[in-house]
């Protein structure tokens, strides 16, 4: 690579753990406000959770305002 590429790869790597930090940090927000697990509700957004509980899809969307059929059904 050249001086450039790496230069543009540095920029998008920084960019990348701004990003997923922002993501742990909302994730660890609405973890303490509906009082499910951070793994939970990360598993639930990148979907290696598909199956969970009613209640733990009541809590994530009470904590958000919104209803479950606006969150997780299509």
Do not use: M, P, W, Y
Not at 1 to 18: F, I, S
């Amino acid at each position: 690579l050249n001086k450039l590429d790496r230069e543009e790869g540095e920029k998008v790597a920084v960019q990348n753990k701004r990003a997923s930090g922002r993501k742990e940090n909302e994730q660890v927000e609405l973890s303490q406000k509906s009082n499910v697990s951070r793994a939970i509700i990360s598993g639930l957004e990148c979907g290696t959770i598909s199956v969970t509980t009613t209640d733990t899809l009541s809590k994530i969307a009470l904590a958000l305002g919104k209803k479950v059929s606006d969150i997780f059904l299509d």
